[in-house]
């Protein structure tokens, strides 16, 4: 009878330090550079993930839809409620190279139903006292002031 060695189990990997995730989201950011870029990215070590945020805006769900036509991964929204209304929760997930990335957005509906468009452009989201697309939803961002929201802020502002 003839014996076939069987290999030792190959052990798991590290994971990836925080410097190499983002070099991870850099190369991410270079190869989709002809695809709409998110407002946010954020980087998870212990779950060896990306996020990619997009703003609170309609034109945001044909924006994840393009990223997941472009990884072959799945477009899924479903109806929340949260603190600011009802609204949309828009998202995809797919690994590039072992990571894990999500990318999403939260769309939020004004109390007619339609999202609220942005005054006066070009200007930065969140930061024009009377744009009601600006005053609808948080908008704070890391290392940036609070944004025009009279609501709740997401605690991401500097403070």
Known sequence: MTTIPVPAAVPDLP??????????????LRETGD??????????????????????ETGSL?????????FGAILVSSPLED????GTW??????????GIHVYAVIHKTETGEQPVHAD???????????PACEAHCHCTPGDAECVYSGPHNGLAAT
């Open 35 to 56: 695809l709409p870029q998110p407002r946010h990215i954020g980087i998870y070590g212990s779950a060896q993930q990306l996020g990619l945020q997009f703003d609170s």
């Open 121 to 131: 452009y070009p200007h930065e989201p969140g930061r024009l006292y009377g744009c």
């Open 62 to 70: 044909n924006a994840i839809a393009r990223w997941a036509a472009r």
């Open 83 to 86: 603190e600011h209304g009802p």
């Open 90 to 99: 828009c998202r995809t997930e797919f690994d590039y190279y072992g990571v």
């Open 15 to 28: 994971p990836l330090p925080i410097g190499a995730l983002a070099a991870c989201a850099l190369d991410l």
